[in-house]
C-alpha cells in the first residue's frame, strides 16, 4: 500500500465527524494566526510609539496584542479537545469495525495468524492511528491556511517577500516531511510488524510456560525473547536516531530562511521599496510564522510507524474471506448430508480427491482414518469454513454454498478436540451453546457430558470462572464443556471432531451412550481415530490419503 493511498483511505473513515473536523481545522487556524500576531502587533505598537508614521495609535495595539493573546489559549484549547475527541470516537469505530472483520474471517482466514499479532493490531496499531487523527489531518490543513495568510500579508508587503514566504513554507511543511519518510523507507513497517511477532512469542511462551519448565528450556525461551526484544529496540532506536537528525536539518532550514528574510528585507529597505517599519514587521512577521508547518515537518519519522499500522490495521479490514457469507439464501430443509465428487487442496497440497458419500438423517455416521487422511477437512467443508473445490456439499438437500450462512450454522454444531473456554463461569460457557438456556437447561446439558459432578465439586459450582485460559479445568474436562454446550444447542446436525481425545475410556463410553440416547431427530458425523469411539456409529467410512477406502 502506497502512503497516499492508506492517508486517503484513513481521511475517508471521518465519516460523519467532519463537521468537529472542520470546527477543529478553524480553531487551529485562528489560534496559530492569534499567536503570530502578538509578537508582530507588538512590535507595531513599539513603532507606534518610537513615532513611526502610519501606525494605529501604540494603546489600541496594545489592545489587540492582549485580545491575541487569550484568544490563542482559548482556540488551542478547543482545538486540541475536538482533534481527541474525532480520535477517540474514531477510535472506537475503527476497533468495532476490525472485530467485525475478524469474525467475518474465522475460522479458515485466522487459523496461521498469531494471536499476539492480532493483539498487537488491535491495541497498539490503532492507538498509533490517534497521532493521524489528532496531530495529523487538522495540522496539515491549519498550515495550508495559515501559510497561505501569511503568505498574502507578506505579497501585500512586497512580492519578493510573499514568493520568500511560499518558498520557506514549501520547504519546511513539506520538501523536509517528504526526506523524511524516503529516508525511514520500511523501518515503521519492520518495527510493527516485529513487535507483532514478539507479542506472538511473548503470548506463546506464556502459554507454555509449564511445559517449557518441564523440559528445561525456559531459560532458553526467555534468552530468546529478550534477544528479539533487543533487535526490536535496536529498530526503534534506529527510528529515533533518524527522527532526531530531521529535527536538527529542520532548524537549520528554518534559521536559513530567517537570515534570507532578514537580509532581503534590508535590501529592499536599502533600495527604497519597502520603509523600515514594514522590513521589521515583513521579518518578524515570517520568524514567528514556521509553528504550523513545524509541526509537520516533525511529523516526519513518526508518521512512519503511522502508516505502518494503518497498513495492518486496513490489511484486516480490507482482507476477503475465505468464504462470502450468503444474507439471504434457502435454509436447510433436514439435517441429512450429500457429499457428491469433492475435491479440496489447501493451496498446492490436496486433501480429499473425489468424496463421495452420504448421511441419512437421525444416523450416526463415523469417519475413521490416520491423521491427514482429510476427516477434520471434511467437517469444515460441510460447515463451509472452506468452499470445495470440485463437487457439492448439501445439507438438508440445500448446497451449503446458496443457503444462507445464518441458517445453515442454526442447523450445525461442532464439538472439536480443542474447546476454548472464556474467562467467566462455566455456565455462561455452556450457555454459549444457546444464550437463553435456564439453569436447569445448562444442567441437564452438563449432566448429558458428565461434567456435572466435577463443576458441582468447585467451591463456587456453575459460577466458577475458567481462568484467562481455561486451566481451572483438565483438556477432558474442558473437552466435556464443549460437548456441553453442543447438548444445549440440540442442533439438528451435530459434528464432532475427536470429541473424545482427552477423555478416559470410562467418560468415553458415557459420553458415546448419551449420544445414543439422545439421538432422536439428530444427525451425528463423528471423526475420531479410536475405534472404540466409533462402536456407536451406524456406519463407518473409512478415507485413506484424501479418498474413500
Request: charged share 15%.
Amino acid at each position: 500500500m502506497s502512503r497516499i493511498w492508506i492517508m486517503g483511505r484513513l481521511v475517508r473513515l471521518v465519516g460523519p465527524l467532519w463537521g468537529m473536523m472542520a470546527l477543529a481545522i478553524l480553531a487551529g487556524i485562528a489560534g496559530h494566526l492569534a499567536a503570530i500576531a502578538v509578537p508582530t502587533v507588538g512590535l507595531a505598537a513599539a513603532l507606534s510609539a518610537a513615532g513611526f508614521d502610519f501606525m494605529p495609535a501604540w494603546g489600541a495595539l496594545l489592545g489587540v496584542l492582549a485580545a491575541c493573546a487569550i484568544a490563542r489559549g482559548v482556540l488551542h484549547y478547543l482545538e486540541q479537545t475536538a482533534n481527541h475527541y474525532i480520535a477517540f470516537k474514531l477510535l472506537a469505530r475503527i476497533r468495532h469495525q476490525v472485530f467485525a472483520a475478524l469474525r467475518r474471517l474465522a475460522p479458515a482466514k485466522l487459523a496461521g495468524r498469531g494471536s499476539g499479532d492480532l493483539i498487537s493490531v488491535i491495541t497498539g496499531d490503532i492507538e498509533l492511528l490517534e497521532v493521524f487523527y489528532a496531530h495529523t489531518i487538522s495540522p496539515v490543513a491549519i498550515a495550508l491556511g495559515v501559510s497561505l495568510i501569511v503568505a498574502a500579508v507578506e505579497v501585500g508587503l512586497h512580492p519578493v517577500l510573499g514568493a520568500l514566504a511560499v518558498c520557506a513554507f514549501a520547504v519546511v511543511g513539506i520538501a523536509v516531511p517528504v526526506a523524511a519518510n524516503a529516508s525511514a523507507g520500511a523501518a515503521g513497517r519492520r518495527f510493527r510488524d516485529g513487535l507483532g511477532a514478539l507479542d506472538t512469542y511473548l503470548l506463546d511462551s506464556l502459554r507454555g510456560l509449564g511445559e517449557a519448565m518441564q523440559y528445561g528450556v525456559a531459560r532458553d525461551r526467555g534468552e530468546a525473547f529478550f534477544r528479539q526484544s533487543a533487535a526490536l529496540a535496536d529498530r526503534e532506536a534506529e527510528l529515533k536516531s533518524r527522527a532526531g537528525a530531521n529535527q536538527a536539518v529542520m532548524s537549520v532550514v528554518v534559521w536559513v530562511f530567517d537570515l534570507v528574510i532578514a537580509i532581503v528585507g534590508l535590501h529592499l529597505f536599502y533600495f527604497g521599496h519597502i520603509t523600515l517599519a514594514h522590513m521589521l514587521i515583513a521579518t518578524v512577521l515570517l520568524m514567528s510564522s514556521f509553528g504550523p508547518v513545524l509541526a509537520l515537518a516533525s511529523l516526519g519519522t513518526g508518521l512512519q510507524q503511522t502508516f505502518a499500522a494503518g497498513e495492518r490495521v486496513l490489511g484486516i479490514l480490507d482482507e476477503e474471506p475465505a468464504v462470502a457469507e450468503v444474507a439471504s439464501g434457502a435454509a436447510p430443509d433436514g439435517a441429512d448430508v450429500a457429499v457428491e465428487g469433492v475435491s479440496f487442496s489447501y493451496g498446492a497440497d490436496p486433501v480429499l480427491t473425489d468424496i463421495s458419500c452420504t448421511v441419512p438423517e437421525g444416523a450416526i455416521v463415523g469417519l475413521a482414518g490416520k491423521s491427514g487422511s482429510g476427516k477434520s477437512t471434511l467437517l469444515s467443508l460441510i460447515m463451509r469454513f472452506w468452499d470445495v473445490d470440485q463437487g457439492r456439499i448439501a445439507v438438508g438437500g440445500t448446497d451449503v454454498r446458496a443457503a444462507a450462512t445464518h441458517a445453515l450454522r442454526q442447523t450445525q454444531s461442532l464439538v472439536t478436540q480443542d474447546t476454548h473456554l472464556f474467562n467467566e463461569s462455566l455456565a455462561d460457557n455452556i450457555r454459549i451453546g444457546r444464550l437463553d438456556a435456564t439453569d436447569a437447561e445448562v444442567e441437564a446439558a452438563a449432566r448429558a457430558a458428565r461434567i456435572h459432578d466435577v463443576i458441582a465439586a468447585l467451591p463456587d459450582g456453575y459460577a466458577t470462572r475458567a481462568g484467562e485460559l481455561g486451566d481451572v479445568l483438565s483438556a477432558g474436562e474442558k473437552q466435556r464443556i464443549g460437548l456441553a454446550r453442543a447438548f444445549l444447542r440440540a442442533a439438528p446436525l451435530l459434528l464432532l471432531d475427536e470429541p473424545t481425545s482427552n477423555l478416559d475410556s470410562l467418560n468415553e463410553a458415557a459420553i458415546m451412550r448419551a449420544l445414543v440416547e439422545g439421538r432422536a431427530g439428530r444427525t451425528v458425523v463423528i471423526v475420531s481415530h479410536r475405534p472404540s469411539t466409533l462402536t456407536c456409529a451406524d456406519t463407518v467410512i473409512t478415507l485413506d490419503g484424501g479418498r474413500l477406502s
